[in-house]
């Protein structure tokens, strides 16, 4: 481990590399500030977070002919804004199907672990079809500031694309981010989409995050085929039941099209008084 990690009380966000990341060795990354939180700014974003896990997958034992099908995340807390490690192993192997799982770690307490399965690709072209609906395109839909509504660099490193007869709850938007994953690398278009995927919690608000908070503990993506890179279309609905409880799902798309869904489950608490 390196001195970096170890002095995590000296670690101060990089505001300089255009990028979410800095990869400091295998598996080992340094948080700039385009990934600080949404609630609190000594935080990771999960939205980031969840596009290195993926990152790494992809780069854990890669087989020609495997694609990711389903990724699930449970965030096990905090995510602190330092420099974090990611540990991935294969946990069901298989020739056609597989399950792998990555851990990030900081300071090394586990801070969210992800499930993904791989699957081999098959001409199913034959049987095709989607019964999502498309949403217009991003040129179809007006600008929104997310600064407007919530804090953080993660946050004002995004373009936004909003439909204009959106509502508390429900909402169609397009997102893309200025900056990539990680300073120096490329990732895959799947990985480039699952980056931004948990930003639908904050896209169509039911209440004021002034107010209520309402984080996400999960982050489930389901794909029926490889996105291409660019705008990540979100078509989502937010529903909070009475006792603390609530839902946010999502149909995701790229500019082709529908492309799969996301879901995410809520704690809703009102703000603590300052």
């Known amino acids: 481990m390196t001195s970096e990690t170890r002095d995590s009380a000296s670690f101060e966000l990089d505001r300089e590399t255009p990028a979410f990341y800095r990869r400091l060795g295998p598996g080992l990354y340094a948080p700039t500030v385009h990934v600080q939180g949404a609630w609190r700014d000594d935080e ?18 890669p087989r020609e002919g495997m694609q990711l099908a389903r990724i699930s995340f449970d965030i096990l807390g905090m995510i602190p804004a330092l420099p974090s490690r990611v540990e991935v192993r294969t946990t069901r192997p298989g020739r056609t199907i597989e399950l792998v799982e990555a851990t990030m770690l900081v300071d090394d307490r586990a801070v969210v672990r992800a499930h993904a399965w791989r699957l081999a690709a098959h001409d199913s072209e034959p049987v095709a079809g989607v019964e999502l609906e498309p949403i217009p ?104 039941g009475p006792t603390g409880l609530g839902l946010t799902s999502t149909t995701l798309h790229d500019e082709r099209g529908p492309v799969g869904r996301a879901e995410q489950i809520l704690t809703v608490r009102r703000m603590p008084e300052a």
């Open 44 to 61: 990771q974003h999960m939205a980031p977070v969840s596009g290195i896990l993926a990152h790494e997958i992809d780069l854990h034992e």
């Open 137 to 240: 395109g991003p040129d179809a839909m007006q600008p929104w500031t997310g600064a407007d509504t919530w804090e953080g660099g993660y946050i004002q490193g995004l373009e936004f694309r909003v439909d204009p007869e959106r509502r508390p709850g429900r909402t169609r938007a397009w997102i893309r981010a200025t900056n990539p994953l990680v300073d120096g690398e490329s990732c895959s278009p799947t990985a480039d989409l699952v980056r931004l995927a948990d930003t639908a919690n904050g896209i169509a608000v039911r209440v004021s995050p002034r107010e209520w908070m309402f984080p996400n503990v999960d982050l489930s993506v389901h794909l029926f085929r490889e996105p291409v890179r660019g705008w990540v279309g979100f078509d989502t609905r937010v529903t909070m």
